[in-house]
């Protein structure tokens, strides 16, 4: 199996920073697309970003300019660096990827990190 452990979260002032992890483990040879989504209160999942194993990247429009996400692929981790945080950034963050097991590609989640923005 896989696993994806998040972590740094937290409570930031509007136009402050985080950076998020997400280290991925388990029985795969090796992880393909890996990207970050985010679900506030009463809204639907959305994708924040995605990047490819070559390191190719997607954004939403939402976060263009201030967000920024890479990986490292000897250690099978991504990272969500957040700048000039908004309020409206407030939701559980959560990692996605796809691994590539014995049998095939499958996707895994995270159990998501809090971020919260205060105005």
């Known amino acids: 199996q896989v696993q994806l452990v998040e972590s740094g979260g937290g409570l930031v002032q509007a136009g402050g920073s985080l950076r998020l992890s997400c280290a991925a483990s388990?029985?795969?040879?090796?992880?393909?697309?890996m990207g970050w989504y985010r679900q506030a209160p009463g809204k639907q999942r959305e994708l924040v970003a995605s990047?490819?194993?070559?390191?190719?990247?997607n954004y939403a429009d939402s976060v263009k300019g201030r967000f920024a996400i890479s990986r490292d692929n000897a250690k099978n981790t991504v990272y969500l660096q957040m700048n000039s945080l908004k309020p409206e950034d407030t939701a559980v963050y959560y990692c996605n990827a796809d691994a590539l097991l014995l049998w095939g590609t499958q996707n895994f989640w995270g159990q998501g990190t809090q971020v919260t923005v205060s105005s």
């Open positions: 388990g029985s795969a040879f090796s992880f393909n697309a």
């Open positions: 990047i490819t194993r070559g390191g190719s990247t």
